[in-house]
């Protein structure tokens, strides 16, 4: 199963937030209803490159029910639902979490701060081009002033 960036968003979107491995088992449950293999590792991949894209974004530091890292919509997805994905909530037992919009801020801008001195470090200009127009996403997203950063990367 190969699911694009914005569907595995609409997943996620669909719980409000999942953990890595309810994602893996989310798109398990898409792919059995759909009459097709799910390869967990090639899944746990695109979940690895959507959280690259910033179509996803990994909350470490929360206070919802579980000491794992949280999965939620990112700045850069437009979120879309595979077909049979409205089922989900119905077949999975994924309790409902209270997020702190704050945690997914801070983890939004921790990361981007990393991507940024890490493209600049390395002289990544493709990096940095699309760490550009993502600040642009976070901006739209959320209101966070990312005009610093911007002007770093806008100097490589």
Known sequence: MDLPPD???????????LTSAELVDACG???????IDADP???AAAIDGAIDSYHLVAVDDHAADTDETLLV???VAFP????G??????IMDVPARDLARDAVIEAVK???????VMAVK???????????????????????EMDGLRDRLDDV
């Open 7 to 17: 569907e595995l968003a609409g997943v996620v979107d669909l719980f409000g937030s």
């Open 29 to 35: 449950e898409l792919a059995f209803k759909q009459g």
């Open 41 to 43: 590792d090639a899944v």
């Open 73 to 75: 919509v990112g700045p």
């Open 80 to 83: 879309a639902l595979p077909d």
């Open 85 to 90: 994905a409205a089922d989900l909530p119905h």
């Open 110 to 116: 921790a990361r981007f701060r990393e991507d940024a």
């Open 122 to 144: 390395n002289g990544d200009e493709d990096r940095v081009e699309t760490l550009l127009d993502v600040s642009y996403d976070i901006e739209a997203w959320e209101n966070v």
